[in-house]
């Protein structure tokens, strides 16, 4: 769907390693794409990526594209955010190495625990899977979902931000031949002067 994909490319253009073309688009799909038959839908899924990288990269957050929970509902119902928030999750798995070794974990799941209490809307969990959302009572999980929703935009380009200050600075280029000077002779072999 659609709104997994917008979640799940936001998390990837949050990766604090640039997640390869190949990668992600083979575990978007499930399947690597064939270049010759599957070109446009491949240019299609790097614009949609470009997209969503330069609203993160220019601070504006993403707005989660969401859909109706109830198909064919009015436009006052409520909305799917677990399936945004899903392929959200589902994008982090993508990094290597992992988010976790890149930053501090325990930091790094307090800013993703809105999207666990989200993804996690109305599935019951196993008591052998424990996890911190369980130490809240039903009222206090209803107001932090609610916050959640309200502020998922924020989280999005919170959790950006955290991870760029983790990402690994480029190394400046040096030359590594003598920068060729005006009338020298040409690189290229012609025996020309350089202009």
Same mark, same amino acid.
């Given at each position: 769907r659609t709104d997994a994909l917008h979640g799940f490319l936001a998390a990837v253009a949050s990766a604090p390693v640039t997640v390869p073309t190949e990668r992600w688009i083979t575990a978007a799909l499930g399947t690597p794409l064939d270049d010759a038959a599957h070109a446009e839908l491949r240019t299609l899924l790097q614009r949609f990526y470009a997209e969503v990288a330069l609203q993160l990269v220019e601070g504006h957050g993403v707005d989660p594209l969401l859909y109706p929970l109830v198909p064919d509902a009015d436009d006052d119902g409520p909305l799917d955010y677990a399936t945004w928030c899903e392929g959200y999750l589902a994008g982090t798995e993508t990094a290597d190495p992992p988010w976790s070794e890149v930053a501090d974990g325990d930091e790094?799941?307090?800013?993703?625990?809105?999207?666990?209490?989200?993804?996690?809307?109305?599935?019951?969990?196993?008591? *052998?899977?424990?996890?911190?959302?369980?130490?809240?009572?039903?009222?206090?999980?209803?107001?932090?979902?609610?916050?959640?929703?309200?502020?998922?935009?924020?989280?999005?380009?919170?959790?950006?931000?955290?991870?760029?200050?983790?990402?690994?600075?480029?190394?400046?280029?040096?030359?590594?031949?003598?920068?060729?000077?005006?009338? *020298?002779?040409?690189?290229?072999?012609?025996?020309?002067?350089?202009?």
């Open positions: 790094l799941a307090v800013r993703l625990t809105p999207f666990f209490a989200l993804a996690l809307e109305g599935v019951e969990r196993q008591a *052998d899977e424990p996890h911190p959302l369980d130490e809240l009572s039903p009222e206090e999980l209803a107001a932090f979902v609610q916050a959640s929703r309200e502020r998922l935009p924020d989280a999005v380009q919170d959790v950006y931000d955290y991870l760029a200050e983790h990402r690994p600075k480029a190394e400046p280029v040096r030359r590594e031949a003598p920068k060729v000077g005006r009338n *020298d002779p040409c690189p290229c072999g012609s025996g020309r002067k350089f202009k």
